[in-house]
């Protein structure tokens, strides 16, 4: 008798290998130049495919970890000359764990975009 196994999910579909970064900042903007190096690091975020969860917190999944460093890199290399900036990343299954809640009731957590990357 044989035994049918089940099929593995594929590595890069691994709950685990997915990460999601996020990108919480603080950053002055008292003066026009701060102004202008808040607008250049937010455009910078959202170039760079990440979308606002709240006000100066942004989140964007990547198929691997190797591929957040990555962006990860590239956010450093272009941090404001003032402010705060962290960047935190959790794996899929600990995103989906996330509760989210509008007033009282709680609200769904959204699901991890279905996108290809080349790189």
Do not use: C
């Amino acid at each position: 008798m044989s035994r049918r196994r089940r099929p593995r999910p594929h590595p890069d579909l691994n709950r685990y290998r997915i990460v999601w970064l996020f990108v919480l900042f603080d950053l002055p903007t008292g003066t026009p130049e701060a102004r202008k190096e808040y607008a250049r690091f937010r455009k910078l975020l959202l170039d760079e495919g990440f979308t606002m969860a709240q006000f100066s917190v942004y989140v964007r999944s990547h198929p691997s970890e190797e591929r957040a460093r990555v962006i990860e890199q590239r956010i450093r290399t272009n941090l404001p000359p003032d402010g705060e900036v962290r960047i935190l990343q959790i794996t899929d299954l600990q995103f989906s764990r996330m509760q989210i809640f509008h007033g009282k009731k709680p609200r769904p957590v959204e699901e991890a975009p279905q996108q290809l990357e080349f790189f």
